[in-house]
Every structure is written in C-alpha cells, then in structure tokens.
C-alpha cells in the first residue's frame, strides 16, 4: 500500500442527529435533548424531522416505557426559527402546511414529560404544551410573544393555553406578548411542578418517567388517552369513553396480576399485556 493510500483514515459516519441528542438515561426511558445551543434551540424544520424520527423510535420501542424531552439551562427552546420564517409568503406556508409536522408529537402514544429549563417561547411553550407533563425549573420563563413580530402563536398556543388556564389570562399573554415566569405557571396549573436547582429538572423528569414505565404500559396508554379526550369530548362522552377504556383493561393481564398482588401483599409483576 502507498503511503499516500495508507494516511486516508476511514470516513466517520455522519451523526444520525445534529439538531438534538438521544439518550437512555435508564433502559425504559428515552431522554431527547434539543441541542441548538447557538440559536436557543430555535425550533427549524431539521430540528423539528429529527424530533418527529426520534419520538416515533421511541414510541415503537417496546423496551420504553415515557418520554422525556428537555433544552439546555438557558433556553429549552426560543420558538419556531424566526430566521427560516422571516422571507416566507403566504401561498408557501399555506400550500404546505407550515407546521403540520409540529402535530406528530401528539399522536405519540407513550407519556412525553416536559424538563422546561431557561426560555420557552412561541413555539417552545408549544412544543411544551404538547407535552402530556410539564416540569419547569424555577428559571424556566414562559411566553407566546408572537404578537412582537406581527403574527400569532401557530403552534396550538392559542387552543391549549385558553384550554389549560382559561380565555382572559390566555388573552392578556397572546395580545400583550408578555412573559410569565415558572412560579406563575405552576400556580396557573400549566406546569405539574416547580423543580430547583440546576439540572435536577432533567433529573426529576426521568425519575418520574421512570415510574411511569414501570406501570403496566396498556393502562398507561389507556390513562393518557382518558386525560387527553377531556380536552375533545363533553363531559357525558368523556366518562363514558373512560369507562369502556376502564371496562376494557379487565382483558389484560396486567390487571389480573395488578390485583391479585395487592390482595396476595406483594409487588405485582406487570408483562405489559
Ligand atoms: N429563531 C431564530 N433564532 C433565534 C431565536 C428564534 N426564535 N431565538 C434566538 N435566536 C438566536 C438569536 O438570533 C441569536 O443568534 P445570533 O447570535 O446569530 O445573533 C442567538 O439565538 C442568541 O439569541 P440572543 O442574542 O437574542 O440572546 P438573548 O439572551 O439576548 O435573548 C431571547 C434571548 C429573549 C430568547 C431572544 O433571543 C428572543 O427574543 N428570541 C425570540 C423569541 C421569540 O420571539 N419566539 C417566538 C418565535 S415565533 C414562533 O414561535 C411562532 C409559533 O408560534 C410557532
């Protein structure tokens, strides 16, 4: 072999992902950190297809149980890409669709915990607010301030902020752009928690997601479903949609074990069927 030949190193395989990194904090849950440090985690389009491959991955792993997707201390995510939306026309996003393929997070099946650190703005909130939990450090700061740059949130901020805390405070933030902080969230029922301390969200968030894999993946399915049709369906339609789910887990063995356990004082043993 020449000498030439022989100092040509064999090419690295390109990283699956440069717009956020996976890992497996614990085999049973999948941790997604958005990972565009130089731009807050600007919610772009390839940030947006890796998130979308990454959260299907998970979902189809019969090995993880919840999902956890957080930013970094300072931003977990600034919005939508201001940059790649800027010189957009209205026949381009209209035709296309321009954040359609924002939706796939909520069709995901598993349970999606929010880790809110630092920045969650316009699309960032969104993106928490499709999230079935939301855990906030204290430095979390929330905002839709869309109305600064002469649009409207487009990432469901509007739908799932009047749903979660009601038509005049989601007014006061839509119209006016302010920012609210960690504290006011958790007092507004946005966020299931206040975490403090650098990085124990993330911490907290996996501990969490760790106990819910260890529950019986059909009923967990089943609950998230539930919680989430009372968003979509009236009252009578709800409780009756709970009870089919609720009549429907008898057929699973999780529920038999689940039971006998308890009457027999013992850990019960959930296969996941
Ligand atoms: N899109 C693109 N780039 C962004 C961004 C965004 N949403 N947010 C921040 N960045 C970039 C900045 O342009 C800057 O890049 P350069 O270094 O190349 O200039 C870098 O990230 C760091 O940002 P700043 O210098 O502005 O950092 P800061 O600490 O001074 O301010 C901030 C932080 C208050 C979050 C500020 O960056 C900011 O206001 N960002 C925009 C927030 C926003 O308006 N979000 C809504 C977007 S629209 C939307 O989301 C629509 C929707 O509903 C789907």
């Given at each position: 072999m020449s000498s030439s030949a022989s100092a040509v190193k064999p090419s690295e395989p390109a990283p699956r992902f440069t717009n956020i990194i996976t890992s497996r904090p614990e085999p049973s849950v999948g941790l997604i950190t958005l990972n565009r440090p130089k731009a807050l985690?600007?919610?772009s389009t390839p940030l947006f297809k890796e998130l979308n491959e990454a959260v299907r991955e998970l979902d189809e792993d019969p090995e993880v149980g919840a999902i956890v997707i957080t930013g970094s201390e300072k931003a977990f995510a600034a919005g939508a890409d201001i940059k790649e939306m800027k010189d957009k026309e209205f026949s381009d996003v209209y035709k296309n669709?321009?954040?359609e393929s924002w939706t796939l997070l909520t069709k995901i099946r598993k349970p999606i915990i929010a880790a809110v650190s630092g920045y969650a703005l316009g699309g960032g909130c969104e993106l928490a607010l499709m999230c079935d939990i939301i855990l906030a450090s204290s430095t979390a700061t929330f905002g839709q301030p869309e109305i600064n740059l002469g649009v409207i949130p487009g990432g469901g901020g509007t739908q799932r902020l009047a749903r979660t805390i009601g038509k005049s405070k989601t007014?006061?933030?839509v119209l006016t752009g302010r920012n609210f902080s960690a504290a006011e969230a958790e007092r507004w029922g946005l966020v299931s928690r206040v975490v403090e301390g650098e990085g124990k969200v993330v911490e907290e968030a996996v501990k969490m997601a760790s106990t819910i894999a260890s529950k019986g993946r059909v009923a967990v399915i089943a609950g998230k479903e539930a919680v989430n049709a009372a968003y979509e369906l009236n009252m009578s339609e709800g409780l009756r949609f709970e009870r089919r789910l609720f009549h429907g887990l008898f057929a699973t063995h999780d529920q038999?074990?689940?039971?006998a356990a308890f009457a027999?004082?013992?850990k019960p043993k959930f296969n996941h069927s």
């Open positions: 985690n600007a919610l669709n321009f954040l007014m006061e933030l038999k074990e689940g039971m027999e004082k013992r």
